[in-house]
């Protein structure tokens, strides 16, 4: 089986339809980018009415185990998931909420400062605030992996020290393999592979480059690069694949309610629009191509596993646990708390 | 073992140990009158605080199981209730996932009209709507009891044949006992019985009148008298009691946001403030004189017993069932429903 870290957009029945043609057993969706509270309980209400109305696809996982129990039925575990943290409207107590109601992942910022930390298109990265470090160590308490793939290297950097487990860039590639600000520098991924973390290699051709994406081969031989970078037990794949998105879509994506200007995201000026997928990838059943594709760039059979699926299941069972919050002893934070006191502060990597 | 069905105000330890003196083995509290959904979700989160700092004295309950295993444990049962739903803003959807978050009793309106139905001091009533039926039956879906003390007479009578489960009626007290708009008329009261439902009884000083206030046997009389109306099987103790309550407690509670004037609720001009308590009842453990008490006017031990607590755990046994929803059925409702075409449109009863 495949898991994917990160897709977005509209899912359908032919999404879902397709997801299991390629054999994806499971994926995290966005359920949301700008949305505060309210909105975000929106979010989480329609998945439910369209996994329930899929249940023959498609079921919500909570643990690595429910994961593995749904893809041997035949179905894919939808794992919900945030590409930012205003769903918590700058409430800790939230964290515990919205994990119970079955959120797993939540990115600590989209492309934008908020009040956890920078993100990868501020001048300046703030690194992780005072809120960030009280916010991943409450994710860590309450099962809900800290995702960092839009945020700014020092953030990140911060964020992979003050977490007390395992985090994940769930769609973004190295920077030095294709330079563009969402991805991350080999220093930085390599901080997260230390700690036990996983890169999910992203497909979006903004952040990947035509190169990587003219073919299957060449798309693998950039995860083959990634592992060289971080190791085999330290990469994943995250397309950040979006469905049946239209320009409404993007418009809110890229610009949400913080500009009356216009903001391209990941594209640009000359490149504004949707862009194209990979040549191997238009069509989502097209993933179930990974695994061979993947052989033949030398991959082991171990290997393979480990790349698409088995990485992110050791990063969810770390992650997620049992599903349930651990118990929060109170006060967990003073002034000097000596774990964050020892954590070195980073700068803003560039 | 006693059972409150409805208490308000500021809890503290103090309050958790008197209310353990009392041996009172359950009560449901309130999180909100006016709250919308991020507010409400803040009390939650509040009472999950206040709850865990106190593990030794309270526990949240989400099942009748739950509130006897609690009580046998030698605390008290935490039921968390709403007086008003404004937590939903509107969004059936909301029902199901306040009910994960432990949500177990919710009024359908507080003092004033609100787009499910009409209140007990509007002019008119306007019935149960067609938004308060779709939210009274995902009520009994979720497994939430429908509060109906505040609600006009009317709406009261529709809710109470639209729902598919018992409702209750958790503080106000009969009309024909006490004439006050809060109080209930004997035609609903025993429409209530009828369906399965329960009062309880206040011993808040405005809606219960000085007489009733004035002793312990003359409140124990008032409900041996509404006993008479309702049936033995139908009464129980809902005291209506507020803790450390202050003026701009009593502020919110009455003028919310909705006006920029005075509202009194239950009180008036002559007599604004906070009204004391009866006689009998000055201190929270007071409570534990109530077996007693209901002994010395008549009742049996077995009938003690179900005014205390039987009736209320007959009850929330019924509507919380395990605690989880039942699985929904898309569409639920359609234009011609045939159960709430045949349910009779009942007037606003004066």
Same mark, same amino acid.
């Given at each position: 089986?495949?898991?994917?870290?990160?897709?977005?957009?509209?899912?359908?029945?032919?999404?879902?339809?397709?997801?299991?043609?390629?054999?994806?057993?499971?994926?995290?969706?966005?359920?949301?980018?700008?949305?505060?509270?309210?909105?975000?309980?929106?979010?989480?209400?329609?998945?439910?009415?369209?996994?329930?109305?899929?249940?023959?696809?498609?079921?919500?996982?909570?643990?690595?185990?429910?994961?593995?129990?749904?893809?041997?039925?035949?179905?894919?575990?939808?794992?919900?998931?945030?590409?930012?943290?205003?769903?918590?409207?700058?409430?800790?107590?939230?964290?515990?909420?919205?994990?119970?109601?079955?959120?797993?992942?939540?990115?600590?910022?989209?492309?934008?400062?908020?009040?956890?930390?920078?993100?990868?298109?501020?001048?300046?990265?703030?690194?992780?605030?005072?809120?960030?470090?009280?916010?991943?160590?409450?994710?860590?308490?309450?099962?809900?992996?800290?995702?960092?793939?839009?945020?700014?290297?020092?953030?990140?950097?911060?964020?992979?020290?003050?977490?007390?487990?395992?985090?994940?860039?769930?769609?973004?590639?190295?920077?030095?393999?294709?330079?563009?600000?969402?991805?991350?520098?080999?220093?930085?991924? @390599? %901080?997260?592979?230390?700690? #036990?973390?996983?890169?999910?290699? !992203? =497909?979006? &051709?903004?952040?990947?480059? $035509?190169?990587?994406?003219?073919?299957?081969?060449?798309?693998?031989?950039?995860?083959?690069?990634?592992?060289?970078?971080?190791?085999?037990?330290?990469?994943?794949?995250?397309?950040?694949?979006?469905?049946?998105?239209?320009?409404?879509?993007?418009?809110?994506?890229?610009?949400?309610?913080?500009?009356?200007?216009?903001?391209?995201?990941?594209?640009?000026?000359?490149?504004?629009?949707?862009?194209?997928?990979?040549?191997?990838?238009?069509?989502?059943?097209?993933?179930?191509?990974?695994?061979?594709?993947?052989?033949?760039?030398?991959?082991?059979?171990?290997?393979?596993?480990?790349?698409?699926?088995?990485?992110?299941?050791?990063?969810? @069972? %770390?992650?997620?646990?049992? #599903?349930?919050?651990?118990?929060? !002893? =109170?006060? &967990?934070?003073?002034?000097? $708390?000596?774990?964050?006191?020892?954590?070195?502060?980073?700068?803003?990597?560039?």
């Amino acid at each position: 089986m495949l898991i994917d870290g990160l897709q977005c957009g509209h899912f359908t029945r032919d999404t879902f339809t397709d997801l299991r043609k390629a054999d994806v057993g499971a994926v995290t969706v966005t359920c949301g980018f700008w949305e505060g509270t309210v909105e975000s309980l929106d979010s989480i209400a329609r998945w439910r009415d369209l996994v329930n109305a899929n249940a023959d696809l498609v079921a919500i996982a909570h643990t690595a185990a429910e994961i593995e129990a749904i893809a041997a039925s035949g179905r894919t575990a939808i794992l919900l998931g945030f590409q930012n943290s205003n769903l918590l409207e700058g409430r800790i107590r939230f964290v515990e909420l919205f994990a119970e109601l079955g959120v797993r992942a939540i990115q600590l910022t989209y492309n934008n400062q908020n009040e956890l930390g920078g993100s990868c298109y501020e001048a300046e990265d703030s690194g992780l605030s005072r809120t960030g470090k009280e916010m991943v160590r409450e994710m860590n308490r309450c099962g809900v992996l800290v995702d960092l793939s839009h945020v700014g290297n020092g953030t990140t950097r911060d964020a992979i020290l003050c977490s007390e487990k395992p985090v994940a860039v769930t769609h973004a590639n190295p920077d030095s393999l294709f330079p563009h600000k969402r991805n991350k520098t080999d220093d930085v991924l @390599r %901080a997260l592979a230390e700690r #036990g973390g996983v890169l999910g290699c !992203a =497909t979006y &051709r903004n952040i990947t480059g $035509d190169h990587y994406c003219s073919s299957l081969r060449n798309w693998c031989e950039m995860v083959a690069k990634s592992v060289d970078i971080m190791g085999i037990d330290h990469v994943g794949i995250g397309t950040d694949r979006s469905h049946n998105f239209t320009k409404p879509d993007y418009d809110w994506m890229r610009m949400g309610r913080w500009t009356r200007g216009v903001d391209y995201g990941a594209a640009s000026a000359a490149r504004p629009g949707k862009a194209p997928p990979p040549a191997w990838f238009t069509e989502v059943h097209h993933l179930g191509l990974l695994p061979g594709g993947l052989k033949d760039v030398g991959f082991s059979a171990v290997e393979v596993d480990k790349i698409t699926s088995g990485n992110w299941l050791r990063l969810y @069972r %770390a992650v997620f646990g049992d #599903g349930q919050p651990v118990a929060v !002893a =109170t006060p &967990r934070f003073v002034q000097s $708390d000596p774990v964050l006191a020892t954590t070195p502060r980073l700068s803003a990597a560039s």
